[in-house]
């Protein structure tokens, strides 16, 4: 059994962990009430967006199809993982390290695949097996709408360009404080939808369909991926409130455990200090 400053010095240890998990509990509580009534007032809007762009897509002709939806055959994939800049939020980041991987074995196997990574916690992990296109950590500093369409931009140009046949989108989707789902979401090329029957389109264009979809689709473009990067915003705090209330508790168990070490230790103490007091004093009567 230790002894008893062992067992002082690391309740203190323990109790100062405490603290500090505890202080980061509340901190990422704080961040994803907001992030999370950002992601919720957003979704109606980005859903919708999307819906009304497929259901618009699906009645053009072929020849009026967008430069974004050309389908080719796909010889270089670009998957850009989306984590965090911070760990300590439990397995938020390792499942993206884990669907990027997933999709690179079993999907592309066959395929030439480059990274963007957004956020420097699986960035780290991945760079070391595989080829990082880039590295984005500043976006989350102070995620915007203009921040998240220049990244949308340059996805875009980069599938213009034909530098890439198929771009995939790998991000925590927030369900919960306690609950992640990764989503392997294509980006480009848009998927293509067909028109449902006996559907009717209550819509009035103008100037018209067709350029209404060509200006629609960037935009759309650019919800999707913002969407995504908020939807990762609030996991990770989610996942983070979590993992330090988990550790709070965890500390909190072991700091009792100690204490209880601890006591049972210096009750020993006392106990062999007043046998050797009696013992003294029976040898002197003696």
Known sequence: ???????????????????????????????????????????????KLTQLLQDLSATLDDDASSKYAEEREVNKVLLVSVSSNKGLAGAFNTNIVKGVRYKIQNDYKTKEVDIYSVGKKANDVLKKKYNIHKLNTEIFDELTYEKASEIAEELMQLFLDEKYDKIVLVYNQFK???????????????????????????????????????????????????????????????????????????????????????????????????????????????
């Open 176 to 286: 919960n404080a306690a609950t992640q789902i990764v989503q392997h979401e294509q980006f480009l090329p848009i998927e293509q939808f067909e028109a449902e029957e006996n559907k009717q389109l209550d819509y009035i264009f103008e100037p018209s369909k067709i350029e209404i979809v060509k200006d629609l689709i960037p935009k759309s473009l650019k919800m999707q991926l913002y969407k995504a990067l908020r939807d990762s915003f609030a996991s990770e705090h989610g996942a983070r409130m979590t993992a330090m209330h988990k550790a709070t508790d965890n500390a909190k168990e072991l700091k009792d455990d100690l204490k209880l070490s601890y006591n049972k230790a210096r009750q020993a103490s006392i106990t062999n200090e007043i046998l050797e007091i009696v013992g003294g004093a029976e040898a002197l009567n003696g």
């Open 1 to 47: 059994m230790a002894n008893l400053k062992e067992l002082r010095s690391r309740i203190t240890s323990v109790s100062s962990t405490m603290q500090i998990t505890s202080a980061m509990k509340m901190v990422s509580a704080a961040k994803l009430s907001k992030a999370q009534d950002a992601i919720t007032q957003m979704r109606p809007y980005a859903e």
